[in-house]
């Protein structure tokens, strides 16, 4: 079956610091994986995604995500934090996976804290 | 901000009752799909309507339905509620073309509350 895993419910960073938010998945076939940001009482906003081509993919606000095949992982990464990051990530996969249809299958989501 | 827009923000139900939710999607994009989002856990799939046809639908009984307009805006249906059905549900539009789907756009989304 297919899965996405966000194997941190929360990561802590001090402002000005790198940052990582972990994903790894489990699909057959040729992932197309994506991230998404949710801040307080709002819906989800997209921030980048990995169709294919290079295995680095930069996307809004200074955010980028390093595919990795052999691992199973999409990592979502910034080079320096700002406390205005501070919200809910959540990493999905999309298929189509049966029935010829897209659908988002998304992680449990990891909460970003950073710090002043 | 997207273009898709939700209705309402917020509404309060009693058990038992049935409840629409509205979505207009983005100019151009002719998929909705729907998401059930609880408490403390990631979005889950109810739905997907493309072109006014149910092309896809997750792990959720068949009291929740919904329909898509010629415009591709959309309406979820909820019947019987049931408190387990509190959560924020969000709605997602794209424009589907086989391998150029692009990605989905969501809404503000609906906090449902059953009581």
């Known amino acids: 079956a297919q899965s996405v895993a966000q194997p941190e419910d929360q990561v802590n960073v001090a402002e000005g610091n790198p940052l990582t938010v972990k994903c790894t998945y489990s699909v057959s076939g040729n992932p197309y994986l994506f991230w998404y940001v949710q801040y307080p009482n709002r819906g989800l906003q997209f921030l980048l995604k990995y169709i294919t081509g290079d295995n680095l993919v930069k996307g809004s606000y200074g955010f980028e995500a390093e595919f990795n095949k052999s691992q199973t992982s999409f990592h979502l990464k910034k080079p320096s934090a700002l406390v205005s990051d501070s919200a809910l990530y959540f990493c999905?996969?999309?298929?189509?996976?049966?029935?010829?249809?897209?659908?988002?299958?998304f992680g449990a989501g990891t909460r970003l804290a950073v710090h002043p | 901000e997207t273009g898709v827009t939700q209705s309402p923000t917020h509404l309060i139900k009693t058990r038992g009752q049935q409840v629409t939710l509205r979505c207009s999607s983005q100019?151009?994009?002719?998929?909705v799909s729907w998401y059930q989002q609880a408490l403390g856990q990631g979005p889950q799939f109810i739905f997907q309507y493309y072109r006014e046809e149910e092309n896809g639908r997750g792990n959720f009984p068949p009291r929740f339905s919904g329909l898509q307009f010629p415009n591709y805006s959309s309406e979820l249906n909820v019947n019987a509620l049931e408190l387990d059905d509190s959560a924020l549900y969000l709605c997602a539009s794209s424009l589907a073309g086989g391998r150029s789907d692009t990605e989905a756009f969501f809404g503000q989304g609906t906090r449902l509350t059953v009581v």
């Open positions: 999905a996969v999309r298929g189509p996976f049966s029935g010829g249809y897209n659908k988002l299958i």
């Open positions: 100019s151009g994009h002719n998929t």
